[in-house]
């Protein structure tokens, strides 16, 4: 009878209808009736209109262009944000941000009964590309994320020679590499969808269609050792959307709602720990709307050419998860330094300390990955020591965020079996910081958050801090941030309907 296009749960594809880096609609296609392509349903066992069963196999090709700025809070000065004033900290810009992916979505619709569908997408990464470059102004002469070695030497040998104040010049990674080119299998998604209503059927009532979807983990988790572009994440999705064609006016206005709930896969990067209130991707809440425009209409021939515009908005809250800085925290070439390499006599506490010995500019720089006890690199029954080496998986603690968008496109129904869908949108991400771990819980009550991660100096073994917690890159005044994030995106879609 019709075809389905409900919201579907993968960030990185591109697709028409309520898309976005937050979820993506995902298409099947009418025959020869009108609707707006969120609301329609693949059904069977439809007597009435003499359609035993539906099958749609819809491939599309996409792409998705983000580009952003990454800012760091610090003291003021002239290069910080205009209002800053002592003793405010202000913003700087650091770096220019761009990610390019190229994706291959197979999606399958099936009827089980009338105005119902089992539906799942088969999502292939062709190219997914995270770069990072110095902004307009900055290098390592004057970067607070990628200084050069004399800037280092020179803030160590200060710290050495007067004793006046800790070092505080660290290199979080080397800017100027682009992360790891990724491809292969994403997380595929499995759902059913239903119409209880249908504006079709029953002229004087509005479509409206109810969708659960589940997206496993089946995609390679993303590391820094890898290609992968899983998420390492089991997402649960509930969508409910309705439309309303008024034929005299040639629109099919639609409006639709989606909610998308992370929760941690075995196989991921996101751990439990009792002092991180985060140990997932936050939730999200997605909200699209606009109108079909039937451009052409001939039932008999089962032709139909519409024109689709709408907005998006939505919100992810706050949540551990991978960022415009995964791959450069992933690949830092601190990674694998042990505290005695950073100079460090003693077990890291999780505080900032100075080196006890004055260790080489490369390795004193890293002295921030090897002092966040989280970091430490242990194998089953290993304990903490000035010989273990860590490394940062570069997922962080990402503050939420409101997205607002719009979408635009063609759907080209030819033929009962052929249809041809053509997409464009745009998205806007509010600014939000990346670095952004609590200290950890106040287990005590005594309105502090111990940061030494072997217990509390009491001696009462409680352990407060969160192991995510870094000073250097968490504290106020030391975050980063994303600004001006835009992102553009096409596809072309061709589906076959049996």
Not at 2 to 19: E, F, I, N, Y
Not at 181 to 189: A, F, N, Q, V, W
Not at 244 to 265: K, M, T, V, W
Request: negative net charge; aromatic residues 10%.
């Amino acid at each position: 009878m019709a075809a389905h296009d409900v919201v579907k749960g993968c960030s990185m594809s591109p697709r028409l209808g309520t898309w976005c880096a937050l979820g993506v609609l995902v298409a099947s296609l009418p025959s020869g009736l009108h609707a707006a392509e969120l609301t329609d349903v693949v059904d069977a066992a439809d007597v009435q209109n003499n359609n035993p069963y539906d099958f749609h196999i819809e491939p599309t090709i996409g792409q998705r262009f983000e580009q952003g700025v990454i800012t760091r809070e610090g003291p003021c000065g002239e290069t910080t944000t205009p209002e800053c004033e002592l003793p405010q900290t202000g913003l700087t810009r650091e770096l220019d941000y761009r990610r390019v992916t190229t994706q291959m979505d197979f999606d399958f619709q099936i009827g089980l009964f009338r105005d119902l569908e089992f539906h799942t997408t088969l999502p292939i990464v062709v190219s997914d590309q995270r770069e990072l470059r110095y902004a307009d102004g900055v290098n390592q002469s004057n970067s607070s994320i990628s200084p050069d070695d004399s800037r280092i030497a020179s803030g160590l040998n200060a710290a050495f020679t007067d004793d006046a104040e800790f070092f505080t010049e660290y290199r979080f990674f080397d800017v100027q590499n682009n992360g790891p080119k990724r491809s292969g299998l994403g997380d595929m998604t499995f759902g059913l969808a239903w119409s209880p209503y249908n504006d079709q059927r029953n002229p004087h009532a509005a479509t409206l269609t109810m969708a659960f979807d589940y997206v496993a983990p089946t995609g390679r988790p993303q590391r820094g050792s890898n290609n992968g572009v899983g998420r390492g994440v089991h997402e649960i999705q509930f969508a409910i959307a309705t439309s309303r064609e008024f034929e005299e006016a040639h629109l099919d206005p639609y409006f639709g709602f989606r909610f998308a709930l992370p929760l941690a896969a075995s196989n991921g990067l996101f751990e439990q720990d009792p002092n991180s209130p985060l140990t997932a991707p936050g939730a999200r809440f997605t909200f699209t709307g606009g109108t079909e425009v039937i451009l052409y209409s001939n039932p008999e021939r089962a032709q139909d050419f519409t024109f689709d515009a709408g907005m998006d908005f939505g919100y992810q809250l706050e949540g551990r998860d991978y960022s415009p800085l995964f791959d450069a925290f992933a690949n830092s070439s601190c990674n694998g330094l042990t505290p005695e390499d950073a100079g460090l006599s003693a077990v890291p506490d999780g505080n900032v300390y100075r080196p006890d010995s004055l260790p080489s500019a490369t390795n004193g720089a890293c002295s921030w990955v090897v002092q966040q006890p989280g970091n430490a690199d242990l194998g089953p029954g290993q304990a903490l020591g000035v010989n273990t080496p860590y490394s940062h998986d570069g997922i962080l603690d990402v503050e939420g965020f409101g997205t607002v968008g719009g979408h635009t496109g063609f759907n080209l129904q030819f033929n009962s079996y052929v249809k041809l869908r053509l997409g464009f949108g745009f998205q806007y991400q509010t600014p939000h910081f990346l670095t952004t771990a609590d200290a950890g819980s106040d287990a005590d009550n005594n309105d502090i958050v111990d940061l030494n991660p072997q217990g509390t100096e009491g001696g009462d073994g409680v352990v407060e801090r969160n192991p995510n917690y870094n000073l250097v890159l968490d504290a106020v005044g030391r975050r980063m941030r994303l600004e001006n994030a835009l992102s553009l995106n096409w596809n072309i879609g061709l589906a076959i309907q049996f």
